[in-house]
């Protein structure tokens, strides 16, 4: 993910344009002014299309809808990826509450049980990270107790089977009276939310943009900025070249822009920092419940940021 101060006008946008989304515009713009090259060169020295006949006010129209278009399409890929964000959100308080909760309740001596509570919830957020990237290993989870992370690996849907293993103890500790059931009824509804992130998180991932939606968006742009080139041509003469990539730069650009931050949860520069937040909360965690953590991994919660000064 990108932070920028946004008084620092040139170098975060020399910084975009480092990054493969613009890369990938930048070859379709290549594209774009070979065929207002063409289109011009062949307008204005062999063959008159008569396109350039073309009422203006037709082509404003068009760049009116377009722009409509284009503003329902940013601001719904935006909505998801916020949605995406408030998600996790809520993620990584639930987390820290849960941890909070089991630190008030459970004996300060009972250090097996402090340490399987920090190494689970810290798991969930690891295990719905890789979900959502469809990864199924199980490398970054902690090994609660000997034998659970081959029991893990056996889950297809990971987040499932780290909520599994804390219900079931949690379930352990309440009958061997351990926990009231006031502090059950609680933990239960604490519990519960970890699932509900979880399925947030896979309706945003499972539906993306309607494909047909989609799609007409881009034949709307082909259809615009090749009929451009004409239309502007007997004003501009061989202006018509740069004015056509110029366009070509923002209506592609928004578009690709949409389609990269629609996905939030995987591995762009504009995506969520998933890997920093899920460590972040392995961190809180642990500090919660008093259960010792390397250097090395709170560290690794720092923000990874690109920040562009």
């Given at each position: 993910m990108i932070v920028y101060k946004t008084k620092a006008w040139l170098?975060?946008?020399?910084?975009?344009?480092?990054?493969?989304?613009?890369?990938?515009?930048?070859?379709r713009l290549v594209v774009v002014g070979i065929y207002a090259t063409l289109v011009t060169v062949g307008e204005l020295n062999f063959i008159d299309f008569r396109l350039k006949d073309t009422p203006s006010s037709?082509?404003?129209a068009m760049g009116i809808l377009l722009s409509l278009l284009l503003i329902f399409r940013t601001n719904t890929a935006y909505d998801r990826f916020y949605e995406g964000r408030q998600a996790w959100g809520v993620l990584v308080n639930n987390c820290r509450n849960l941890a909070i909760y089991f630190n008030a309740v459970l004996p300060e001596g009972d250090t097996e049980s402090r340490a399987f509570f920090a190494k689970a919830i810290s798991n969930f957020p690891f295990a719905l990270k890789n979900h959502l990237r469809d990864m199924s290993g199980v490398d970054e989870l902690d090994m609660v107790e000997e034998g659970e992370r081959r029991d893990l690996s056996n889950?297809?849907?990971?987040?499932?089977?780290?909520?599994?293993?804390?219900?079931?103890?949690?379930?352990?500790?309440?009958?061997?009276?351990?926990?009231?059931?006031?502090?059950?009824?609680?933990?239960?509804?604490?519990?519960?939310?970890?699932?509900?992130?979880?399925?947030?998180?896979?309706?945003?991932?499972?539906?993306?943009?309607?494909?047909?939606y989609n799609l007409f968006i881009k034949l709307f742009i082909m259809i615009y900025v090749g009929i451009l080139p004409f239309t502007i041509i007997t004003a501009y003469g061989y202006l018509t070249i740069p004015a056509v990539v110029l366009t070509s730069y923002v209506l592609v650009g928004l578009e690709m822009i949409g389609e990269?931050?629609?996905?939030?949860?995987?591995?762009?520069?504009?995506?969520?920092?998933?890997?920093?937040?899920?460590?972040?909360?392995?961190?809180?965690?642990h500090d919660i419940l008093q259960i010792y953590l390397p250097h090395?991994?709170?560290?690794?919660?720092?923000?990874?940021?690109t920040i562009v000064t």
């Amino acid at each position: 993910m990108i932070v920028y101060k946004t008084k620092a006008w040139l170098p975060a946008i020399w910084h975009f344009h480092t990054g493969p989304t613009a890369i990938a515009l930048l070859r379709r713009l290549v594209v774009v002014g070979i065929y207002a090259t063409l289109v011009t060169v062949g307008e204005l020295n062999f063959i008159d299309f008569r396109l350039k006949d073309t009422p203006s006010s037709f082509l404003q129209a068009m760049g009116i809808l377009l722009s409509l278009l284009l503003i329902f399409r940013t601001n719904t890929a935006y909505d998801r990826f916020y949605e995406g964000r408030q998600a996790w959100g809520v993620l990584v308080n639930n987390c820290r509450n849960l941890a909070i909760y089991f630190n008030a309740v459970l004996p300060e001596g009972d250090t097996e049980s402090r340490a399987f509570f920090a190494k689970a919830i810290s798991n969930f957020p690891f295990a719905l990270k890789n979900h959502l990237r469809d990864m199924s290993g199980v490398d970054e989870l902690d090994m609660v107790e000997e034998g659970e992370r081959r029991d893990l690996s056996n889950f297809d849907h990971k987040p499932a089977g780290v909520s599994n293993q804390l219900w079931v103890r949690t379930e352990i500790l309440y009958r061997e009276g351990r926990l009231s059931e006031s502090q059950h009824i609680n933990l239960n509804q604490r519990l519960t939310t970890l699932m509900d992130v979880c399925g947030i998180c896979e309706r945003i991932k499972s539906t993306p943009i309607p494909f047909s939606y989609n799609l007409f968006i881009k034949l709307f742009i082909m259809i615009y900025v090749g009929i451009l080139p004409f239309t502007i041509i007997t004003a501009y003469g061989y202006l018509t070249i740069p004015a056509v990539v110029l366009t070509s730069y923002v209506l592609v650009g928004l578009e690709m822009i949409g389609e990269e931050i629609e996905e939030p949860f995987g591995f762009e520069r504009n995506d969520l920092p998933l890997n920093q937040l899920s460590q972040l909360i392995r961190v809180n965690v642990h500090d919660i419940l008093q259960i010792y953590l390397p250097h090395v991994e709170k560290q690794a919660a720092k923000p990874g940021f690109t920040i562009v000064t």
